[in-house]
């Protein structure tokens, strides 16, 4: 069933047969509807290249799509003065942006390095750490944690992570959801889990720290 309304047409001529675009017109356009619904997940593939990762600018392509979708979503929330056809009322019509924060989210990252020589590798294994974009009006930009370096891989070639994914995600659900930092945890009956036994790599998960990239 495809949502369909006044509010969710081609805000961007230019981005055609782009399925995570569609997606996002019709979260722009529940958005518009005001029936307090607070989040919302698309979701777009292709991304699991373990060989041939840029053969035919495969890669570059597919980011592409996530900025060309991102970007004419964003255009949308930002439009103010929209006028409905006649019937339609209920619809929030003027500029949504400073309501809303779009979030990246991947569960691995890739290596840094082709996982093996040749016209069929040339491709790149699951990686532990993932850069992730937070996009707002209310959004504090910029790098949040330590720029990576290329001299400073890890046993895998993956870059080392800044953030734990708990506080990631936690800094969204406290400062963007209002939950209370004191459900989010770690611990039992909390959101997150502590796992205070290190890793293969050192590291333990004991407590939750929110990030700037959200104020309180």
Same mark, same amino acid.
Do not use: C
């Given at each position: 069933?495809?949502?369909?309304?006044?509010?969710?047409?081609?805000?961007?001529?230019?981005?055609?047969?782009?399925?995570?675009?569609?997606?996002?017109?019709?979260?722009?356009?529940?958005?518009? !509807?005001?029936?307090?619904?607070?989040?919302?997940? /698309?979701?777009? +593939?292709?991304?699991? %290249?373990?060989?041939?990762? @840029? *053969?035919?600018?495969?890669?570059?392509?597919?980011?592409?799509?996530?900025?060309?979708?991102?970007?004419?979503?964003?255009?949308?929330?930002?439009?103010?003065?929209?006028?409905?056809?006649?019937?339609?009322?209920?619809?929030?019509?003027?500029?949504?942006?400073?309501?809303?924060?779009?979030?990246?989210?991947?569960?691995?990252?890739?290596?840094?390095?082709?996982?093996?020589?040749?016209?069929?590798?040339?491709?790149?294994?699951?990686?532990?750490? !993932?850069?992730?974009?937070?996009?707002?009006?209310? /959004?504090?930009? +910029?790098?949040?944690? %330590?720029?990576?370096?290329? @001299? *400073?891989?890890?046993?895998?070639?993956?870059?080392?992570?800044?953030?734990?994914?708990?506080?990631?995600?936690?800094?969204?659900?406290?400062?963007?959801?209002?939950?209370?930092?004191?459900?989010?945890?770690?611990?039992?009956?909390?959101?997150?889990?502590?796992?205070?036994?290190?890793?293969?790599?050192?590291?333990?998960?004991?407590?939750?720290?929110?990030?700037?990239?959200?104020?309180?």
């Amino acid at each position: 069933l495809v949502y369909s309304s006044p509010l969710n047409q081609e805000t961007n001529p230019g981005v055609v047969n782009n399925g995570l675009a569609e997606d996002l017109r019709h979260v722009a356009a529940i958005i518009r !509807s005001n029936v307090g619904a607070r989040f919302f997940h /698309v979701a777009t +593939g292709g991304f699991d %290249t373990h060989s041939n990762q @840029e *053969d035919g600018l495969y890669h570059s392509y597919l980011l592409n799509r996530v900025s060309e979708a991102i970007g004419a979503f964003w255009g949308d929330m930002k439009q103010s003065g929209i006028t409905l056809p006649g019937g339609y009322t209920g619809y929030e019509t003027d500029e949504m942006a400073s309501r809303v924060i779009i979030v990246t989210l991947s569960e691995f990252g890739r290596t840094n390095r082709q996982n093996a020589a040749g016209a069929n590798a040339a491709g790149t294994d699951h990686g532990r750490s !993932s850069p992730q974009f937070v996009i707002g009006t209310t /959004v504090q930009g +910029g790098v949040h944690g %330590t720029y990576p370096s290329l @001299e *400073d891989l890890e046993d895998n070639n993956d870059l080392p992570m800044s953030f734990d994914f708990r506080d990631f995600y936690g800094t969204i659900l406290e400062r963007w959801l209002n939950v209370s930092a004191s459900d989010i945890g770690p611990g039992i009956g909390k959101l997150f889990a502590s796992t205070p036994v290190p890793d293969e790599y050192g590291d333990t998960y004991t407590a939750y720290t929110p990030i700037p990239f959200l104020l309180p």
